[in-house]
């Protein structure tokens, strides 16, 4: 029997041959000077590529203000249009599909990243526990953020804009909105970094309204069909959380169901990855399940999957499609071995951010 997960889906604009989805991960492997997206950039991606399948190109800064780590690719410059016009020329000749997400790291970038050095940006002055990352790769503590200017909001969404602009001509199919882990959307959404008693903070409908804002522009630009979203309801990354999240999520989910985007990308929160350690945890309810019945399209599904299971989460409707992160990492042919039940190579945690080729583009096919 062909598992509903090896059966083609209606993506907003796009048709996929199967669900398998590569989510996005930041590697820092761009070119250091500029940002831009490199042959060996192109090479992993195209490794990764299968006929019909979908990957999620990286996280991506939308401007130097938004840039909070070394070497990540971005697309606000025409190096960074042209860098990933060879990626997405790559991925289009094994047949397959790419959006690109677009990122703002706000409060969590450095000052290193920054024009002339300055504080990196947030809705409100509350300084984030951990740490960061500078422009040469060093680790050191979140420094204190400045609050984004109520006149500096509007300049905020235009990037977004203009950033789906030059995904769509550096050859995407779509863009993809992070509203996830910890990050400038997010930051807004959740009470305990947004302050603020203008319009954009206080009530749940202001602190949603940044999220929205740059929904409806993004969409405006590229089409709410090439328009996907990504959400990480009870997420702790980056030091984010929401006490009480569902209430927030709620309605921001409901506002963007009518937007009708392409999709909404939820990452469970049993499963939280992307630092130093494995983190699990069982004891949380599954996101895609509480908002499959109130999301009109298409619903991906991202954290902790496993073959077995991602068969079972689209067997069962809780998600349309799966995106596997750190598996896709160390298989490059990871849609043939889940198709063919084979087992998957471990990854190797010390090698995802930065460096070349190993650990890269090693990995074995089957
Ligand atoms: C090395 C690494 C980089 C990541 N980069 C991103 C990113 O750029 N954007 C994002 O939304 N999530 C990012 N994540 C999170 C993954 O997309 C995914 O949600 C997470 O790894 C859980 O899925 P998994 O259990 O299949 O790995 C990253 C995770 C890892 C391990």
Same mark, same amino acid.
């Given at each position: 029997?062909?598992? %509903?997960?090896?059966?083609?889906?209606?993506?907003? /604009?796009?048709?996929?041959?199967?669900?398998?989805?590569? &989510?996005?991960?930041?590697?820092?492997?761009?070119? *250091?000077?500029?940002? /831009?997206?490199?042959?060996?950039?192109?090479?992993?991606?195209? $490794?990764?590529?299968?006929?019909?399948?979908?990957?999620?190109?990286?996280?991506? !800064?939308?401007?130097? $203000?938004?840039?909070?780590?070394?070497?990540? !690719?971005?697309?606000?410059? /025409?190096?960074?249009?042209?860098? *990933?016009?060879?990626?997405?020329?790559?991925?289009? &000749?094994?047949?397959?599909?790419?959006?690109? $997400?677009?990122?703002?790291?706000?409060?969590?970038?450095?000052?290193?990243?920054? *024009?002339?050095? %300055?504080?990196?940006?947030?809705?409100?002055?509350?300084?984030?526990?951990?740490?960061?990352?500078?422009?040469?790769?060093?680790?050191?503590?979140?420094?204190?953020? =400045? &609050?984004?200017?109520?006149?500096?909001?509007?300049?905020?969404?235009?990037?977004?804009?203009?950033?789906?602009?030059?995904?769509?001509?550096?050859?995407?199919?779509?863009?993809?909105?992070?509203?996830?882990?910890?990050?400038?959307?997010?930051?807004?959404?959740?009470?305990?970094?947004?302050?603020?008693?203008?319009?954009?903070?206080?009530?749940?409908?202001?602190?949603?309204?940044?999220?929205?804002?740059?929904?409806?522009?993004?969409?405006?630009?590229?089409?709410?069909?090439?328009?996907?979203?990504?959400?990480?309801?009870?997420?702790?990354?980056?030091?984010? /959380?929401?006490?009480?999240?569902?209430?927030?999520?709620?309605?921001?989910?409901?506002?963007?169901?009518?937007?009708?985007?392409?999709?909404?990308?939820?990452?469970?929160?049993?499963?939280?990855?992307?630092?130093?350690?494995?983190?699990?945890?069982?004891?949380? !309810?599954?996101? #895609? #399940?509480?908002?499959?019945?109130?999301?009109?399209?298409?619903?991906?599904?991202?954290?902790?999957?496993?073959?077995?299971?991602?068969?079972?989460?689209?067997?069962?409707?809780?998600?349309?499609?799966?995106?596997?992160?750190?598996?896709?990492?160390?298989?490059?042919?990871?849609?043939?071995?889940?198709?063919?039940?084979? !087992?998957?190579?471990?990854?190797? =945690?010390?090698?995802?951010?930065?460096?070349?080729?190993?650990?890269?583009?090693?990995?074995?096919?089957?």
């Amino acid at each position: 029997m062909t598992e %509903k997960l090896l059966t083609p889906l209606k993506l907003g /604009a796009i048709e996929l041959a199967h669900r398998v989805v590569m &989510a996005p991960l930041t590697r820092m492997r761009a070119h *250091w000077r500029d940002g /831009a997206p490199t042959e060996l950039n192109a090479e992993y991606y195209a $490794q990764r590529a299968t006929p019909g399948g979908l990957l999620i190109g990286e996280a991506s !800064p939308v401007s130097q $203000q938004a840039t909070g780590h070394p070497n990540v !690719p971005g697309i606000h410059s /025409a190096a960074q249009v042209a860098g *990933w016009k060879r990626v997405t020329d790559a991925v289009r &000749a094994k047949g397959g599909h790419m959006y690109l $997400q677009l990122w703002h790291t706000g409060r969590v970038a450095h000052s290193s990243h920054q *024009w002339l050095g %300055k504080p990196p940006v947030a809705p409100s002055v509350v300084q984030a526990q951990g740490m960061a990352m500078t422009a040469f790769f060093k680790r050191v503590p979140y420094e204190v953020p =400045r &609050a984004l200017r109520i006149d500096e909001i509007a300049g905020v969404v235009a990037d977004f804009r203009q950033a789906a602009v030059n995904a769509m001509e550096a050859g995407f199919d779509g863009v993809e909105i992070h509203g996830a882990n910890g990050y400038l959307l997010e930051q807004f959404l959740y009470s305990k970094t947004n302050l603020r008693s203008d319009a954009y903070g206080g009530s749940i409908a202001n602190r949603s309204r940044l999220v929205l804002e740059i929904a409806d522009a993004v969409a405006g630009a590229v089409g709410a069909e090439r328009t996907g979203i990504r959400l990480s309801p009870y997420g702790i990354a980056n030091d984010s /959380a929401e006490a009480e999240p569902m209430p927030l999520f709620t309605h921001l989910v409901g506002e963007l169901a009518r937007r009708r985007l392409a999709y909404l990308h939820l990452i469970e929160p049993r499963a939280s990855g992307t630092g130093q350690a494995e983190v699990f945890r069982d004891d949380q !309810p599954s996101t #895609a #399940a509480i908002f499959r019945p109130v999301w009109p399209t298409a619903i991906i599904d991202a954290g902790g999957f496993t073959r077995a299971n991602a068969i079972e989460a689209v067997a069962d409707g809780r998600a349309d499609a799966v995106a596997f992160g750190r598996f896709f990492i160390s298989n490059p042919d990871l849609v043939r071995r889940v198709a063919e039940d084979l !087992p998957f190579t471990p990854y190797q =945690r010390p090698t995802f951010y930065g460096g070349g080729a190993k650990g890269y583009t090693d990995y074995p096919f089957v």
